[in-house]
């Protein structure tokens, strides 16, 4: 198959994720519950941590290495089932992420974060979307590309560090985004 037939598959999973940048306007933040933001505050920020946190905009890209039909569109179906569950606890609970946003210090890689972030745009809540789907994809193309699926568990590991060191998200994002993960790509398993 080539590639822009791939494209064409994963297209409305691709149009689907830029439907985040909606919810603000559907439901407005709400404070998190104090535990969350205790939890938090006692893990360090390291910086650095916001360059793999960037490996999520490449994973939206990976699932062109599949290659066969049946599977892309398992595979977009599934991503797709992953982000509406996301954008409905986002909407039910809107949780803002500004408390632990607000720990980011002056650092050499400032422009990143300012890239990600928007001031309209403070839910990164439960669970994360950035830990969901480049976990869900990774654990997929590890099984289509066993050579590689070093590389794909290093990214998973790396994408759910950084959401919570880089402090994008509570580590309680993280954890529900690796769950929803895992349960996605159970999902694929059993369709094969």
């Not at 938090?40 to 905009?57: E, K, L, S, V």
């Not at 039910?92 to 972030?117: G, H, Q, R, S």
């Not at 880089?166 to 999902?187: P, R, V």
Request: charged residues 10%; contains cysteine; glycine residues 4%.
């Amino acid at each position: 198959m080539k590639y822009i037939q791939r494209a064409g598959l994963i297209l409305p999973f691709w149009l689907l994720s830029a439907c985040y940048f909606l919810i603000p306007f559907v439901r407005g933040p709400m404070q998190p519950p104090s535990l969350l933001i205790d939890i938090d505050n006692a893990i360090p920020f390291i910086w650095w941590m916001i360059i793999p946190y960037y490996f999520y905009y490449i994973a939206l890209f990976l699932p062109l290495l599949i290659n066969e039909q049946s599977k892309l569109q398992t595979y977009t179906s599934i991503a797709m089932q992953l982000l509406l569950i996301s954008y409905a606890v986002f909407i039910i609970w809107p949780i803002t992420c500004e408390v632990v946003m607000d720990n980011i210090k002056p650092n050499p890689f400032m422009f990143l974060y300012d890239a990600v972030e928007f001031s309209w745009l403070k839910q990164n809540a439960l669970p994360s979307v950035h830990v969901a789907i480049s976990g869900f994809t990774g654990l997929v193309l590890a099984d289509e590309k066993p050579d590689l699926k070093w590389m794909f568990w290093l990214g998973i590991v790396l994408v759910f560090l950084s959401t919570f060191f880089a402090k994008q998200h509570f580590i309680a994002d993280g954890i529900a985004g690796l769950i929803l993960s895992f349960a996605g790509y159970q999902l694929w398993k059993k369709s094969f």
